[in-house]
């Protein structure tokens, strides 16, 4: 009797041991994950352009995600306006940390980034939706490698732009001879210099002031931010045909992205797909292609389409772009044949080949 009391008693206290285990068990994977996202982190967005601007909202719907995706462990902050650095800093501002998340145009260094380059070749898309899609699709292959510096997040561009001019219609190429221009990028600076113009140096937010001033006469530009940036104030000519874009990215800060708990890390990387490169360009593409409108409607300003005759020079005159690319894309080891087929490929699958 004695030895079957002495019994039970061990049964009940190997039940309590393991009910106590399993406890302890059950509180270790309720309060792992809590250990490894406890560590808030402030994100801070960087951009160059106005908190006006388009761009503005498409960094905070960003941040919201990214925040109520994390459980309120990744907040942000969007710096606008050149807060945190002028517009040729951003890529170096997320490489050093000094930004989380940066906007950049990767035609502000030439030379640098040679195959994302390819986007800004004349006479490629038709409009930057599909446009957006197909060049952020088509660049994650060879983003690791050009933009080693960061975590390479998206790729997008704006709705095609055009020459926008203070002192005369720009109508065939041989007019820009002659001219002071500011330059999207640097394959339209070298188009410029190709045409026998000057390039003058500036970012966006520059340009209204050395176009009042006299330091260039014209410009290009994408049709809606010709408004929002006081352009239209300076300016009266202006090309009706989608002569260009300009390519853009959002890059991570990989000093940032290796201080994030698994979990955080992986609330980033579903941020940076190519659905997020969709809803990023579509506000700006449609708030661009609004521009032309708004121009066209304001008396003081002549908006004006070429011939058929006169695209065809455009077009012709816009070859050797594409060549020096190439060779650029060579130097760097690429072959910029195979390079362009895939852009072209996948910009058709999104319905905005030129």
Known sequence: MWA??????LRMSL???HLICAAAGALTLAVSPAIAQ???????????????????KALEDWGTSVEKASGGTLKFKVYPSQQLG?????????????????????GYQPGRFPIIGAGELPFLITNAKGGSQGFDAWYRKYADKEMKDVKFCLAFFHDPGSFHSKTKKIVVPGDVKGMKI???????AQFVSQLGGSNVQSSAPEVRDILEKGVAE???FPWGSVPLFGIDRVTK?????????????FVFSPITYA?????????IDDHCTNEWALRVATPWADYEHAGVAKLKADPAHEVYPLTPEQLAEWKKAAEPLQQAWAANVKKAGGNPDAIMKELKDSLAKHNAAY
Do not use: C
């Open 4 to 9: 079957n009391a002495v019994q039970e008693e």
């Open 86 to 106: 002028k517009a040729f800093d951003h890529y170096d501002m997320a490489r050093d940390g000094i930004a989380d998340l940066t906007y950049i145009n990767p």
């Open 218 to 220: 014209a410009v290009t």
């Open 38 to 56: 406890d560590k808030t982190f402030e994100l801070k967005l960087a951009h160059w352009v106005p908190p006006s601007h388009p761009l503005q």
């Open 237 to 249: 000519y202006h090309i009706d045909a989608p002569l260009y874009a300009t390519t853009f990215a």
């Open 182 to 188: 500011r330059p999207a990028h640097a394959t339209m």
């Open 15 to 17: 039940r309590l041991t």
């Open 259 to 267: 201080q994030l708990s698994a979990s955080q890390k992986k609330v």
